[in-house]
């Protein structure tokens, strides 16, 4: 199997399922219209609702929603082979991933661009409203240490990363007033991308210099920093460095992956993956569980995430221009993270099958696999350094890709310049959703404060959006410092896609009330049938062969409870769901459109 045939075929199936699914799921199902004002104009306080061109919301959205998940996870499943987690990450994200999104967009725009736990409360009740609020907060607060934990592995004692990354911010802050004063979106962003290659190329240059001993940080010192710059994020306004940071990131992103596209079409490297490995039943080194269910818990952004629905119900809908603008940022966006996804998946089956579980696996555990490394002592020497078990995925993408643009004869001698260039292309990709992430933990703590203190509710409160700000970073900046969160980063998969699943349960609900035919509603049930089950089959499945199996070196009786805590209240909210479900089922079609509008 040839890698173009993978891309081209990849790019075929999402850009026909644009043009035609997510036309027929945003007009006819969900039936948007121009009609009247989105939230971003009618609640417009300059701050958090603030209209924004559809391109740069676009880039906001994409930038927040795209983090580890569709670089790490398609790296990581790819011990199945090359077949499943293709599969997955195209039928996933147009039947699963790009629905979700958009109709937790349109949900939230409908409620005034509130929270998804606020639009569950008024759509299923308290019970269910409070249950998905817990389950966000939760969830929230584990996904942005452990970014976070990816973004220190990266930036430890890397002056050139930690200026690269740094340096995007004043940049950001810049393209933001100029675009306010000038309304110039083609001028400012120009200039905004040139500066930030200009800053991305300087980056070697400080090694070895005062400054750069200045911005060589060990962990620890990372660990406040990154805090530190999230609460900015947070709580300035939107147009200021959340936004137009996000917008310039995206062209990195989006340009890096164009640029591997292109390198993939010179190159046309060989897949030399098979198409299913012998640990599809289980007991692989990087996943120890079964195909199915861990593929879809694995791969999560780029074919379906939970996450998504914190940007769709947070950031993302104060700041829509027009209604017609949610196929481009919400359907739109999850099918060019699938791409990335792809490319990923790509980047990592390029590599012959004892090359990638030599990286990924410990030393220990590789040596039990019978393999030897075929061109992985080459790619260190290029590279510049040792390679074997650097798990977790990042350096997998990275000597990936570096091992397919090697293929171009002049591009060898750029070896560990492009290595180095692509580690720090991960850690902004990063950072942008825990930019975004943050945002969404403080819109979260206002909801829930709100309850016992009324003005902590108001988005505009200015001593309100500090607390609620400073409460957010210090919650996932303790685990980042202390390291708690690396013992439950585990049920980051399974916690994830249970939060896609409570999108999906909002979404259905939507689509009862305000599509003409009832049966529009399979194509929000459908996905969510599947990913529930398949949830609970993983969550079980961890907490019987893991966490509560002494003899397991995953062994944790913490892990396990919040599991279940996790799958309950899971169970909750769809037993909530189906009552509803019931009642809009019996009730007549009149009276549900009176209801929707």
Known sequence: MNAITIVIGSICVLMISYRLYGIFFTKKVLKIKDDTPTPAHAMEDGKDYVPTNKWVTFGHHFAAIAAAGPLVGPILAAQFGYLPGLLWLLIGA???????????????MRHGGKSLSEVMKKELGPVAGFCTGLAMLFIITITM??????????????????????????????????????????????????????????????QGTAFGDFL?????????????????????????????????????????????????????????FPPITEFIHGGGPVIAGP??????????????????????????????????????????AMLVESLVGVMALIAATALHPA????????????????????????????????????????????????????????????????????????????????DAGTRVARYLIQDFGGNVYKPLKRTNWIPGTIFASALACFMWGYLLYSGDISSIWVLFGVSNQLMATIGLVCGVTIVLKVADKRIYA??????????????????????????????????????GILSVIMLMLGFIIVIAAIKKWAELWKSPKFLLSQTAS
Not at 94 to 108: E, K, P, T
Not at 232 to 252: K, T
Not at 527 to 555: E, Q, S
């Open 216 to 272: 060589t940080f060990d962990r620890d010192t990372l660990a406040i920093i990154l805090p530190i710059y999230a609460f900015f994020a947070a709580a300035l306004p939107v147009w200021l460095l959340l936004a137009p940071r996000d917008y310039l990131s995206s062209f990195m992103k989006i340009g890096v992956f164009i640029a591997l596209i292109i390198g993939v079409f010179f190159v046309n490297p060989v897949i030399q």
């Open 355 to 434: 090359d990638y579980f030599a990286i990924n696996s410990a030393p220990a555990v590789f040596a039990t696999l019978g393999m030897e490394p075929v061109h992985l002592h080459a790619l260190a020497e290029s590279i510049g350094m040792d390679l074997e078990g650097r798990t977790g995925g990042a350096v997998t993408l990275a000597v990936g890709m570096t091992d397919i643009f090697t293929g171009i004869p002049w591009f060898a001698e750029l070896s560990s310049y492009f290595y180095q260039f692509v580690i720090m292309f991960e850690a902004v990709f990063i950072l942008t959703a825990i």
């Open 145 to 206: 240490a452990g970014l976070s934990m990816v973004v220190l592995g990266a930036l430890e004692r890397n002056p050139w990363g930690t200026f690269a990354v740094g340096i995007t911010i004043p940049i950001a802050m810049l393209v933001g007033i100029a675009y306010r004063k000038t309304g110039n979106l083609i001028v400012t962003s120009t200039v905004g991308f040139i500066l930030l290659m200009i800053g991305v190329f300087l980056g070697p240059m400080i």
């Open 291 to 332: 195909v199915w269910p861990f593929v879809s818990i694995t791969i999560a952004c780029g074919a379906i995430s939970g996450f998504h629905a914190f940007v769709g119900s947070g950031t993302t809908p104060k700041m829509i221009d027009r209604w017609e603008d949610i196929r481009i940022v919400g359907f739109g």
């Open 94 to 108: 147009v039947i699963g991933g790009a629905v979700h999104d958009a109709v937790v967009l349109f949900a939230s």
């Open 522 to 559: 399979l194509t929000c049930f459908i996905p969510l049938a599947y990913l529930y089950v398949t949830v609970n089959v993983a969550g079980f499945w961890m907490i019987k062969n893991v966490y509560w199996n002494t003899a397991a070196a995953g062994y944790n009786m913490l892990n």
